[in-house]
């Protein structure tokens, strides 16, 4: 994978929040960017920077985070807020020391934060300052160069520069290893004329380890690592051999539990630069695991191999070229890469191809298929898996799913012997697929954004021609008065991968006689073949759904068909799909809407829908006998209307969804995940109610709380804009606002609905 959008940033320092759950990035930018470490999330951004992010740190506590630029500043940030709360200024007028800003830090009991300033060679000076969080005052200064607090806040550990001079011209440069006791300034020990950087301790209080050069031609610094007592500063043992490009490209980090040491190197080489990262077994004084990421990485990132244990010492966070990624420690594997845009969007990766990304976070990467360059988003519906990003985070495996390695080329495609104006309401489309080794599979046509044909027939008509090896494909296809974007696809031979975007406009010219209509099908479902799925409030939901869009629609549309299908012979799997197919003689200007409250599910990696003929709830019988997600977008794909709103209330059946729930983190994609690669999929908004909560969903107002508050905003509440219309859009927002707020306040649970809005907006209410 590779990015496509030009990167202006580098990631320069990383930090783990103290409960594992998140982890901080500073970048060159001047953005410091917080992730969230189990679903790959960004979840904040913090801008006040002007100069490079050099460092990061989390308060112990995980409620404020600290953080240091080349601008000269540190500044205090609420992490809930997103706010500053503190800056320091340096009242002696000194720059704060970008170059040793790594190793500013919060004191284990939080009282106290530690920051270097002045220059890296200055022996004598006072160069490490400590800070009270609580006033931002300056409780003391040291010699020196902050290297650790003891885990008990009452020492630190800290070390001086200098140059010696050798001969006529060389020289060599020596430091002093020091321990400080905080409240008296007193130095308790000091190791003297051997060069030490990053020196740390352990969590029992009782250890320091420290890498000590052993030798240096001046370009490469060769190290040991070295156990000291930390009472005394007696060498205890001396083991491995480290390398570093400066004596500042070497940084060393502790397992929590004191057993594994890793150390992450930096060399800058005549042909490119890499770093290293060793894990240490202390005890054994052996190097356990080797990564290497010399393919990727910037040259300066020789003064940044700075790696990041997790709390459990399981994993660790490490920063490359742009972006940072999530190794198991003890596998060597990596799990994940994180990248964050400048404009606020961002994308995570798993080594196999799955992401999760913001709305616009998949155009900015791209992939190579076959040898060629491909956009991430092509791959979307086969991997855009927030759910496996998850797994993979957790820990888990991801070996049974395909990879990304192993995706055949999409075919091309191109729209051909079309005209592009004419004088009726339809024409025919003539599509020209070229097979690049992939094969072909479904092929799709979009009139304006919203999909209009589906086409899994595979009964491809191939043009005797001696010359052309296309594949060609006509399509009657019903237009709108005025400018029509055809946009044409078509996947390869398993559906895994789809081509790049055919597009073409037409312009038509005709008189219309009539306005758009509107057509809705409402679905509700209380009784099922299987008494344990048994819902109380679908129908009335229904019911509330179909009477609202009646009453807010009126006016506006031609003609109005509500079909509602309510009881147990009615809404069996093979009367709605009868139904859905009716729609397939709507007009493109026609309004055409989904309603369904039902059960739904997610099962062996495919959504669900329950319908009142299912019985067993097992895998096999699921697919049978319930209505699977890729017949719900063929069915909705090629209704040959451009406005399309999808409206599903379902929730999980009750034993049926706790399962459901450890399925989705072994074996498929979630609720959430379906209905956003179904949006795109179909060019159509969708809303969902999204929960396995069913208190949360049923007995409000006596109706279920997401269709109720549709009900409201249709009413008139989602009108954000008083234009006395009720668009898609603004009913999207409505929902996406107004379900989580109303679930916490009423019934003290989280519901968080999704909302994928896709093709165009348009309105489907007037207010009354």
């Known amino acids: 994978m590779e990015v496509k959008k030009e990167v202006n940033f580098l990631t320069s320092n990383i930090a783990y929040s103290p409960d594992g759950k998140s982890v901080l990035s500073g970048s060159w930018d001047g953005t410091v ?12 951004e913090f801008k006040e920077h002007k100069g490079h992010v050099v460092t990061v740190a989390f308060s112990p506590d995980g409620k404020t985070i600290a953080t240091g630029g080349n601008d000269g500043s540190v500044k205090l940030w609420n992490v809930a807020t997103g706010k500053v709360i503190r800056q320091f200024i340096d009242y002696y007028g000194s720059r704060i020391m970008s170059f040793e800003l790594a190793n500013m830090s919060f004191s284990p009991d939080g009282k106290y934060i530690m920051v270097p300033y002045g220059s890296f060679f200055s022996a004598g000076s006072k160069n490490a300052r400590l800070y009270e969080v609580q006033t931002g005052k300056v409780i003391k200064e040291f010699e020196g160069l902050f290297q650790d607090f003891s885990q008990d806040s009452k020492y630190v550990l800290l070390w001086q520069g200098r140059r010696e001079k050798v001969g006529l011209f060389g020289s060599r440069l020596l430091t002093v290893l020091y321990l400080v006791d905080i409240k008296t300034g007193k130095e308790i020990w ?99 695991k080797i990564l290497d990421s010399s393919s990727s990485l910037c040259a300066h990132e020789i003064l940044n191999t700075i790696p990041t244990f997790s709390r459990d010492g399981m994993s660790a966070v490490m920063n490359d070229c742009s972006s940072m990624k999530l190794y198991n420690i003890l596998s060597g594997e990596e799990l994940a890469n994180f990248i964050g845009f400048e404009n606020g969007e961002w994308l995570v990766t798993t080594p196999n191809g799955y992401y999760n990304s913001s709305e616009k976070g998949d155009q900015y990467m791209g992939v190579k298929v076959g040898g060629n360059a491909y956009s991430i988003d092509q791959l979307r519906e086969s991997f855009y898996r927030p759910d496996l990003v998850k797994l993979s985070l957790s820990g888990g495996t991801l070996k049974e799913f395909k990879k990304l390695a192993d995706i055949k080329e999409p075919p091309s ?86 081509s790049t975007d055919a597009l073409f406009d037409i312009t038509a010219s005709f008189k219309t006689l009539t306005r758009p209509s509107l057509y809705a099908l409402i679905v509700g479902i209380n009784e099922y073949k299987n008494p344990k799925l048994q819902l109380n409030y679908a129908v009335a939901d229904a019911g509330l759904f179909g009477d609202t869009i009646n009453k807010a629609s009126s006016g506006l549309f031609e003609k109005i068909v509500i ?56 895998t096999a019988k699921l697919k049978t006998d319930a209505i699977p997600q890729n017949t719900i977008k063929e069915l909705i794909a090629n209704i040959p209307t451009t406005k399309k709103l999808i409206v599903i209330d379902t929730c999980s059946a009750g034993a049926l969804g706790d399962a459901m729930q450890t399925a989705m983190l072994t074996r498929g994609m979630n609720e959430d995940t379906a209905m956003k690669v179904l949006s795109r999929a179909v060019g159509s908004t969708i809303l969902m109610a999204s929960t396995s909560v069913q208190q949360a969903i049923e007995g409000y107002q006596g109706h279920g709380l997401f269709t109720y508050v549709i009900a409201e905003g249709l009413a008139g509440r989602a009108d954000s804009d008083n234009d006395g219309f009720v668009k898609t859009t603004e009913l999207a927002n409505y929902v996406d606002d107004e379900v989580p707020a109303l679930a916490e306040k009423v019934f003290k649970k989280a519901q968080y609905p999704t909302v994928s809005p896709s093709g165009m907006g348009f309105p489907i209410g007037k207010v009354k």
Do not use: C
């Not at 960017?33 to 904040?44: A, E, F, N």
């Not at 004596?247 to 929590?256: A, Y």
């Open 33 to 44: 960017r917080l992730w969230d470490i189990t679903s790959g999330k960004l979840t904040k």
């Open 190 to 288: 000091r190791i003297e004329n051997e060069l030490w950087k990053g020196a740390i301790f352990s969590q029992d209080n009782r250890h320091i380890i420290a890498p000590r050069a052993l030798d240096s031609d001046d370009i490469i610094f060769t190290f040991s690592l070295v156990l000291l007592d930390a009472s005394t500063g007696r060498k205890l043992k001396e083991f491995g051999r480290v390398e570093a490009q400066t004596p500042n490209g070497l940084h060393i980090f502790l397992s929590p539990d004191s057993r594994y040491a890793l150390t992450g190197e930096g060399i800058l080489g005549f042909t490119n630069v890499k770093s290293i990262y060793k894990l240490w077994d202390i005890e054994q004084d052996t190097v356990k």
């Open 413 to 498: 495609v191109s729209i051909v012997d079309t005209p592009k104006s004419v004088d009726k309401d339809e024409m025919t489309v003539t599509i020209r697929i070229m097979d690049t080794g992939g094969g072909i599979g479904d092929i799709r046509l979009y009139l304006n954004g919203s999909a209009i044909v589906l086409d899994t027939t595979r009964d491809l008509n191939i043009v005797p021609s001696k010359d052309d090896k296309g594949v060609y494909k006509k399509y009657t296809v019903k237009l709108l008065n005025g400018l029509n974007t055809i946009r044409a696809i078509a996947f390869n031979g398993d559906n895994t991968m789809q």
């Open 563 to 618: 079909k509602r299908l309510i009881t147990k012979d009615e809404t069996e799997k093979e009367n709605i799909i009868k139904e859905l197919k009716a729609a397939h003689s709507l007009n493109p200007d026609d309004l055409f809407i989904f309603y369904v409250a039902s059960h739904g599910t997610v099962d062996d990696g495919e959504y669900f829908l329950i319908t009142s003929n299912v019985g067993s709830t097992s």
